[in-house]
């Protein structure tokens, strides 16, 4: 999947728990040049990271670990390092999950990932509106609802200690968070590899603040 | 928002109904269709493989590929799913879920191994079923509508969610094809009876009978293939159509 390219390279971390074609694809067609790593050395020298993830929450960090990834993230996130968790990718830069009470997260992001508690059927699958806050980067800065429009599928949504930490929200009979981050960690809650237009504007704007050095959250 | 999802027949990798698009370079080729497809504001794709011969079932793996480097909305790939070695192939060319039919009712404990170790949201159980002549329900169907299989419809969505199927697609075999309108009672049977949520399936005709399927059938999702393909309605022609009728689309 490495390309030469004129864009950031992007390490996208293959740790057995996604697909990474789509999401390797999506990069590369914004710019970016991709490193699929599979240990911590593929990673070296990188401009940013991305942390993709379907499947369940504990046996992501068991497979984490196991390719060494755990450290990695943890010492790049603490270094400044633009990092892009994707749907159970976002989920595991927490401290835990009620999905696996037993399996400590990243903990690069305080708070818990939740079941969502909701009168809808779960798993939330299908495009929800994200209601972004005010000066979120990854937002985008005009068009209409569909520009704001994202393929989710999920069981559980984050739940930050800090507000803040929250970059936006979504429905689903109940509201939950759909992007949060902090400083160069960023995460989302749906799949912009599979958001159509809106998923890949996204993608373009995290890899802008990647390439400009502000990939910041807010 | 309910997702509008046009559903492609494949066969050896190639698109075999015909698709009336006028401005397009190749017909058959599904990676061009599911792209001209997205642009119309599709939310998801179906493949469905009805590739009869064994050997030239790679035909799919690399159709999957090249749609998941090209198409950036979800797609489901069924037809001849048997086993977990076949859906892993799927699933790690690319596709995001896989739709288990006959061999989910052959095999049950199959959607239970699959939902494991692939994660319930990538399964989904379709579900052909024909009204019951004595009224005590829906009989599931194999084989396009050809083989009885003794299981009530309702029933057998509820097994499948609890064994992890995270999806259902329910198609009326009384309806599908006739044009007629979905099986609304079928799929408000089946969306009291399973808490995951339901696509449904067979009888679209008119733009109305989408948003039916809906309000009416309790639905998450409408599939149809024939009238996208003959270009009866666009896909955006639909969704202005549900959004009329008050029902929550992406545009």
Request: with cysteine; charged share 25%; hydrophobic share 45%.
């Amino acid at each position: 999947m490495t390309q030469a390219g004129a864009g950031p390279v992007v390490a996208l971390l293959d740790y057995e728990m996604s697909n990474l074609r789509s999401a390797g694809k999506a990069l590369e067609r914004l710019g970016a040049t991709v490193r699929v790593a599979a240990r911590p050395g593929d990673a070296r020298g990188c401009d940013a990271v991305v942390l993709p993830g379907v499947g369940r929450f504990g046996a992501a960090m068991e497979r984490l670990a196991r390719h060494d990834f755990v450290a990695m993230l943890r010492h790049e996130a603490a270094a400044g390092t633009p990092v892009l968790g994707i749907c159970l990718g976002l989920q595991l830069l927490f401290d835990g999950s009620e999905e696996s009470p037993d399996t400590e997260g990243l903990g690069i992001l305080p708070g818990r990932v939740q079941r969502l508690r909701t009168g809808r059927k779960v798993p939330h699958i299908g495009w929800s509106e994200v209601h972004w806050r005010d000066g979120v980067s990854l937002a985008p800065t005009d068009g209409g609802p569909s520009d704001r429009t994202y393929y989710f599928v999920h069981s559980y949504a984050c739940v930050p200690d800090d507000p803040d930490d929250v970059l936006g929200t979504a429905d689903h009979g109940v509201s939950f968070t759909a992007a949060a981050g902090r400083g160069c960690v960023t995460g989302v809650q749906f799949h912009p590899e599979k958001s159509s237009t809106a998923g890949l504007a996204l993608i373009g704007r995290w890899l802008g603040g990647v390439r400009t050095g502000e990939a910041v959250a807010a | 928002m309910i997702r509008v999802i046009p559903c492609l027949d494949v066969d050896r990798g190639r698109v075999v109904k015909g698709v009336n698009f006028v401005d397009i370079r190749d017909a058959g080729d599904p990676v061009e269709l599911a792209a001209r497809y997205d642009a119309e504001g599709a939310d998801e794709l179906v493949f469905l493989d009805i590739t009869a011969t064994h050997e030239e079932r790679d035909t799919i793996i690399h159709l999957v590929e090249r749609t998941a480097e090209e198409v950036f909305i979800p797609f489901t790939i069924g037809g001849g799913l048997r086993s977990e070695d076949d859906i892993r192939a799927v699933l790690a060319a690319g596709a995001d879920k896989v739709s288990l039919n006959s061999a989910a009712v052959r095999d049950p404990d199959l959607v239970e191994r699959a939902a494991l170790r692939f994660g319930d949201q990538c399964i989904v159980v379709a579900i052909d079923a024909k009204r019951r002549a004595d009224g005590s329900g829906w009989e599931v169907y194999l084989a396009g509508g050809r083989k009885e299989t003794g299981l009530e419809a309702v029933a057998w969505a509820a097994e499948a969610a609890r064994r992890g199927a995270g999806e259902l697609l329910v198609t009326s075999m009384d309806r599908d094809g006739t044009q007629v309108g979905f099986d609304t009672e079928l799929l408000a049977a089946i969306s009291d009876a399973a808490p995951v949520p339901v696509i449904a399936s067979g009888g679209a005709g008119t733009l109305e009978h989408f948003a039916e399927a809906v309000t009416r059938g309790k639905a998450d999702a409408v599939l149809a293939a024939s009238v996208f393909h003959d270009g009866v309605y666009t896909v955006g022609e639909v969704k202005a159509a549900m959004a009329r009728d008050g029902v929550p689309v992406r545009r």
